[in-house]
């Protein structure tokens, strides 16, 4: 133990002079959100409040920086990643505050969804098997996202140290490109949609556009399942957290926990990637069981998931 916090925190022979990869993409995302916000100043809700939020994390990543500077260490290495991935919490719902300027678009997805596979997954998935257990599994997979991201960053900085920052670049870099495309598309999921039009609509086929009701409305269904399971409380507890309509598509649940698997087998280590498995797999059906996502979504989010992290580890292998 007194060896390890003897190499936390002990002075690096060549520090980083400069900023992370993975802080240069944050501030790149932060100078294009921050220059959609002034070009659609007049129809932001907000917009004062989202300037100033930029300029603060600007701020906390350059004091970050000049802490490192002064006592450059893994510890202090540690810490500038940690506050990028607890950020993350307050870079979700900004999108939300974007897109909703946009015409909502869940009609074109609600309508693509019943023509490959002829029903609405969403809709049909949770009432075919309702059971209870079944449900608990479910909201288990979808509330293992953030564990497991904590997981595989944790065992990187521990096991893989080299390779640390490669990791947290990835996972970062995935975050902030499902965030652009968020905010292009804006895409609420059928939790959101199904409750503005009606399950009645949904069922008989009906996929109305709803415009910029978004902008004004929050609702959303409850998830399937029993009021009273455990796991079932963990997921209501977050969706009344932090949960907006926005974020559908791709499914970064399913994307980002793709990348995590991939990176847990980068690793060589076969123990972390089959605890993560099974978690992975639930969360791929649950995005869909809990009506978070249309089918198309998941699809989606395994397919850019695969692809994002083998653009971005060649990426910075590169760099």
């Known amino acids: 133990m007194i ?3 003897i190499n936390l925190f002990s002075i690096e022979k060549k520090p980083r002079k400069g900023l992370f990869a993975f802080e240069w993409v944050m501030l790149a995302y932060l100078v294009f959100t921050l220059l959609l916000i002034i070009l659609t100043y007049t129809k932001a809700t907000n917009p004062d409040d989202m300037i100033w939020g930029r300029v603060r994390v600007a701020a906390i990543t350059l004091a970050l920086w000049g ?10 290495r540690f810490v500038r990643i940690v506050v990028q991935l607890a950020l993350l919490g307050w870079w979700y719902p900004d999108t939300y505050e974007i897109n909703r300027m946009f015409p909502n678009l869940d009609h074109v997805f609600a309508s693509l969804e019943q023509s490959v596979f002829g029903c609405q997954p969403a809709l049909l998935f949770s009432q075919y098997v309702p059971w209870h257990f079944f449900s608990e599994m479910m909201d288990m997979g979808y509330a293992s996202y953030y564990p497991m991201i904590v997981l ?9 140290p080299k390779e640390f920052e490669r990791a947290a670049f990835v996972i970062l870099t995935s975050f902030f490109i499902y965030y652009v495309i968020f905010v292009l598309v804006p895409v609420t999921g059928p939790t959101f949609y199904y409750k503005a039009v009606g399950i009645e609509n949904i069922a008989n086929g009906v996929f109305p556009a709803v415009g910029d009701y978004f902008n004004t409305h929050t609702d959303c269904l409850p998830s399937p399942g029993k009021a009273d399971g455990f796991f079932y409380g963990l997921v209501e507890s977050a969706k009344e957290a932090g949960e907006r309509p926005t974020a559908a598509f791709p499914s970064s649940h399913v994307g980002i926990t793709t ?8 690793t060589r280590n076969r123990r972390l990637f089959f605890i993560l498995l099974p978690f ?8 869909v069981y809990i009506q978070a996502h249309y089918a198309i979504d998941s699809i989606a989010g395994l397919l850019s998931g695969t692809l994002l992290y083998a653009m971005l580890m060649r990426c910075y292998k590169v760099r």
């Open 3 to 5: 060896k390890f916090l």
């Open 280 to 287: 992975y797999a639930l969360m791929c059906f649950a995005t």
């Open 67 to 76: 802490v490192y500077r002064m006592l450059p260490c893994r510890f202090t």
């Open 259 to 266: 990348v995590l698997v991939l990176l847990a087998w980068h």
């Open 152 to 160: 595989v960053t944790l065992f990187y900085f521990f096991r893989r």
